[in-house]
Structures are given as C-alpha cells and as structure tokens.
C-alpha cells in the first residue's frame, strides 16, 4: 500500500506563488506515476499534470506554462510550483500516484493498477 500526504496549501494574493509537496510512504518502489488533480467548489476533479519516475511530464492546457511538477525520487516527494496564481485556481488539491512500474516484481502484486490519493490541501487565492 501508499500513503500519500500534501502540504503547503493556504492563502495568496493574485499573481503570487506556492509550491506543493507531496511525500509518498509505504511500497512506493512500485510507483512510476504521480499526478496533481484539483477540484473547486461544484466542479469535478480536474488532473493538473503529471510526472512519471524518469521525469517526463505532461500538463493540463488551463497550467501549462504557471505551474511547474517535479520529484524527488530519493525522498519520494513530489512538488507542484504554481506562479501567477488567480482567483480561479482557488481548490482543494490532491496528490494522486499510481501503482504503475512496469517491472516484472510489480506487475504481479495485488497492488499493480491501482490508483492512490492524498487528503488534499487547500489553496485560495484572493483577488
């Protein structure tokens, strides 16, 4: 199993920054994605971007170009630097991984396929 924690959630002005992390604990040799989701109040969780263990990422179109992913592979931490936020990037954010490494030892678990959340933190940005 994972456990997954955020941190670094809280109150900005327009046009400021945060980062986010994420700490990954548990058997998280078998993680090869890590993804960051939002959702606002009344909307549906929408994915951010993700970084797979080599460091390829991929963004959403509404980030890309504001908000930066990265990881640290030996501490098992993963981060989300968002700059020029706005009022509408106002939601609570969820770290997200994947039991997804394609070796053979992983493949054959109980655990390869599934999907992993954290608690989410919040993030609110005044206009």
């Known amino acids: 199993q994972v456990q997954l924690v955020e941190s670094g959630g809280g109150l900005v002005q327009a046009g400021g920054s945060l980062r986010l992390s994420c700490a990954a604990s548990?058997?998280?040799?078998?993680?090869?994605?890590m993804g960051w989701y939002r959702q606002a109040p009344g909307k549906e969780r929408e994915l951010l971007g993700s970084i797979i263990s080599g460091g390829r990422t991929n963004y959403a179109d509404s980030v890309k170009g504001r908000f930066t992913i990265s990881r640290d592979n030996a501490k098992n931490t993963v981060y989300l630097q968002m700059n020029s936020l706005k009022p509408e990037d106002t939601a609570v954010y969820y770290c997200n991984a994947q039991y997804d490494n394609p070796s053979y030892y992983c493949t054959t678990t109980q655990y390869y396929g599934m999907n992993y959340w954290g608690k989410g933190t919040l993030v609110t940005v005044s206009s």
């Open positions: 548990g058997h998280t040799i078998c993680i090869s994605t």
